[in-house]
Every structure is written in C-alpha cells, then in structure tokens.
C-alpha cells in the first residue's frame, strides 16, 4: 500500500536552512507536494513537483526529487521564525484522486 | 488560489448530536473532498464530494455516519452524526480544479476544530 515517512520533528537556528525529507514507497507516483500548517490553521500548498522533475526552485524553497530513492526533499533557505509550522509531504498516486499524506514534520526556529 | 470558506470555525458539541459543517468556494471547482485531522496527526481523506450523485467514501467512513452533500460546484456540506468523543478532530474541504489552475493543485480551507463532549 501507500506510506509515506517523514521525520517529526526538526530544530534550526534563524537565518540557516532547513531540510525537511520525506520518503514514500509508491512508484506510481505522479505528483509530490508539500504543505504547511501554522497553528490553528488550514493547510498551505506551498509546492508541489511532477514526478519527472529532479528539482524545482521557487524564492527560498528548493524541492528535490530522488525518484530512484523515492525520497523527496524541501530546503528553506535562511529560515525565519514565520517558517514555524508543520511541514506535510503528500504524495498522488497515478491511479486515484487520492492524496497520501506524511505525518508531518513540525519546524521549530530558533532566534 | 481559490478562497475557501467553512462554517463552523470551531464547536463543542454534546455526546449523540449531530453537526454540519459547510464548505463554500469563491469559483467553479472540478473536485471536493472531506478530510479528517485528529489532534497531533496528518489527514485522513474521508469521500470525494460528488456533484449530484453520492459521495465516495474511503474505506473505514460510512454514509450513514458521515453523509455529505454537493448540491452544486461551488458548495458541499459534511455531517458528522450521533457523535462521540472520538469524533473531535479538525474536518477540512479541500478542492481541485480550480478554474485557471492546474488541475493537480489542491486547496484546503481553514478547517473546522470539532470537540465533543
């Protein structure tokens, strides 16, 4: 079935990057997204990469794509005390509307 | 993106009650769907609101317990019935295919934080 794994939790001091990784086990894999939720918030779709991508850049976030590995990752460049959230990967698998999401990884920035 | 809306915000709601929770889009949306988010946890999809015929529910929510209308493309109600401590969670609309965006961006509304007591 569909799993997908993130770290839960992740500390950075402002002004370095923050790598938040993810990986998932279905090949089939056709978009991967990540999104965050700040406190008492719904959830932000911050990016997303087709599975045919090694990498995108958008302003301070850089996903990267391992399709091999199965392993997706969000570097924020210098991270800022309003990047406090929680992080979701998610995944879309090729034959369903269905999104999968990871556990959430929680960013805490530290000043 | 589109702006989603979904009353309630937030409610506390007794044992055995009944809540509808409604979902209201600012444009036209291709898809609808429900999720569920239990404190401290990652999303749960629970059906696919469907334009006009049943919803589709994944495996584990029923009908009877969670039943959803989607009278039109802009709008979707979920019910939560007979409900028990179990049930607190936040429940988020989200949609896709919003008009002039790619069809794989999916948006979710602010959510609604349900506590029952």
């Known amino acids: 079935g569909e799993d997908v794994e993130q770290s839960l939790f992740l500390s950075v001091r402002e002004g370095d990057s923050s790598v938040i990784n993810c990986t998932y086990t279905?090949?089939?894999?056709?978009?991967l997204y990540w999104y965050k939720q700040e406190p008492g918030a719904g959830l932000q779709l911050l990016t997303y990469i087709f599975s045919n991508m090694d990498m995108k850049q958008d302003q301070r976030l850089t996903v990267l794509l391992n399709k091999k590995d199965k392993h997706l990752s969000l570097r924020i460049a210098d991270t800022q005390t309003g990047d406090s959230a929680i992080y979701f990967c998610?995944?879309?698998?090729?034959?369903?509307?269905?999104?999968?999401f990871g556990p959430g990884t929680r960013l805490s920035v530290l000043p | 993106s589109a702006v989603i809306s979904q009353k309630p915000s937030r409610d506390i709601c007794q044992r055995g009650t009944s809540l509808t929770i409604q979902c209201q889009v600012d444009?036209?949306?291709?898809?609808m769907f429900w999720y569920r988010q239990q404190p401290g946890q990652s999303l749960t999809l629970i059906a696919t609101?469907?334009?006009?015929?049943?919803?589709?529910?994944e495996s584990g929510f029923v009908i009877d317990k969670f039943p959803i209308s989607r009278p039109n493309l802009t709008f979707s109600t979920l019910t939560v019935s007979n409900m028990s401590p179990e049930d607190s969670s936040i429940y988020l609309c989200?949609?896709?295919?919003?008009?002039?965006?790619?069809?794989?961006?999916?948006?979710f509304g602010p959510g609604t934080r349900l506590t029952v007591t």
């Open positions: 609101a469907n334009q006009g015929s049943e919803a589709t529910y």
């Open positions: 989200s949609v896709e295919g919003v008009e002039g965006y790619n069809s794989y961006e999916q948006y």
């Open positions: 279905d090949s089939s894999s056709t978009y």
């Open positions: 998610a995944e879309r698998t090729d034959y369903g509307q269905n999104f999968v």
């Open positions: 444009s036209q949306v291709t898809m």
